[in-house]
T-cell receptor, first 111, second 112 residues
Framework: QKEVEQDPGPLSVPEGAIVSLNCTYS??????FMWYRQYSRKGPELLMY????GNKEDGRFTAQVDKSSKYISLFIRDSQPSDSATYLC???????????FGGGTRVLVKP | DGGITQSPKYLFRKEGQNVTLSCEQN?????MYWYRQDPGQGLRLIYY???????QKGDIAEGYSVSREKKESFPLTVTSAQKNPTAFYLC???????????FGQGTRLTVV
């Protein structure tokens, strides 16, 4: 079993809809959680970073962490065709430690 | 212009050859990482380095080698011992003890 699980998709939504993404993990030592967006043939771009449990909002993006359930989520409001990409979750145990990634979810936002 | 530069963008290798992928950064970050990405899969860690002249194996280090002689540079050599080297290779950096990692644009290696 992988340490971090993520549904590969694709997840197809109409423009303007809310995109809901999530990851589950098995290692309770993870404390730092990140979401990356990756366009085809490009390097991942950091979208959101959260520490421990709670919510964080940045523009159209909201990240949630529920450590008791070992579950993290990313919500994208008012989705745009330019949001079509692969979204990767990542997490680490402490500062300076290696990142462990989920497999990524491909998202398609249709005009 | 600050950032992480990976070169070349595309690389073709004949079987049995060693090739070296370049990663240079001017962000003054201490830690540097190499990841491999296969189609439809997440990123797997090959090697990482937190300080100059020191590096550690990641999850899939076999068939790869690295060096960290300068803070700015962390080249990755894909040796002939790597049996399935065709993949997308990504270099990342982070400040220590900060936790976010930032990525270069990747090198796509194809064995021909």
């Amino acid at each position: 079993q992988k340490e971090v699980e993520q549904d590969p998709g694709p997840l197809s939504v109409p423009e303007g809809a809310i995109v809901s993404l999530n990851c589950t993990y098995s290692n309770s030592a993870f404390q730092y959680f990140m979401w990356y967006r990756q366009y085809s043939r490009k390097g991942p771009e950091l979208l959101m970073y959260t520490y421990s449990s709670g919510n964080k909002e940045d523009g159209r993006f909201t990240a949630q962490v529920d450590k008791s359930s070992k579950y993290i989520s990313l919500f994208i409001r008012d989705s745009q065709p330019s949001d079509s990409a692969t979204y990767l979750c990542a997490m680490r145990k402490d500062a300076g430690n290696k990142l462990t990634f989920g497999g990524g979810t491909r998202v398609l936002v249709k005009p | 212009d600050g950032g992480i530069t990976q070169s070349p963008k595309y690389l073709f290798r004949k079987e049995g050859q060693n090739v070296t992928l370049s990663c240079e950064q001017n962000l003054n970050h201490d830690a540097m990482y190499w990841y491999r990405q296969d189609p439809g899969q997440g990123l797997r860690l090959i090697y990482y380095s937190q300080i100059v002249n020191d590096f550690q194996k990641g999850d899939i280090a076999e068939g790869y080698s690295v060096s960290r002689e300068k803070k700015e540079s962390f080249p990755l050599t894909v040796t002939s011992a790597q049996k399935n080297p065709t993949a997308f290779y990504l270099c990342a950096t982070s400040r220590v003890p900060d936790t976010e990692a930032f990525f270069g644009q990747g090198t796509r290696l194809t064995v021909v």
